[in-house]
Nanobody
């Protein structure tokens, strides 16, 4: 089970951090991905992190602005959104892929999903 939180109504330029806590069995190695979906658009990959190595991979649209990290002791993954823009407005989802060897970018690769947290950015 995944529980994402940390969204809300935010001003452009802000730097909130979303978190995603996992519960239950996750295995010793997995990948956690972050996706977002804006109204009327398809769900898109934002970035991901491998639980074992901590290596990350980001979509070009957020590279350099967003940062993903993890705390394995807390079974929690974080997504820090820096320099928010109105176009970052979306529902943000965390998702778990039992394959911990590579960060995959397609939603279908992830079996477990959190409920999503809304991020609304106002200019």
């Amino acid at each position: 089970q995944l529980q994402a939180c940390g969204g809300g109504f935010l001003l452009a330029g802000g730097s909130p951090t979303l978190s995603c806590a996992t519960s239950g069995r996750t295995g010793s190695s997995y990948t956690m991905g972050w996706f977002r979906q804006a109204p009327g658009k398809e769900r898109e990959f934002v970035g991901g992190i491998r639980s074992s190595s901590g290596s990350t991979y980001y979509a070009d649209s957020v590279k350099g602005r967003f940062t993903i990290s993890r705390d394995n002791a807390k079974n929690t993954v974080y997504l820090q959104l820096n320099s928010l823009k109105p176009e970052d407005t979306a529902v943000y989802y965390c998702a778990l892929d039992a394959n911990g060897f590579v960060v995959r970018t397609t939603p279908g690769s992830y079996r477990y999903w959190g409920q999503g947290t809304q991020v609304t950015v106002s200019s």
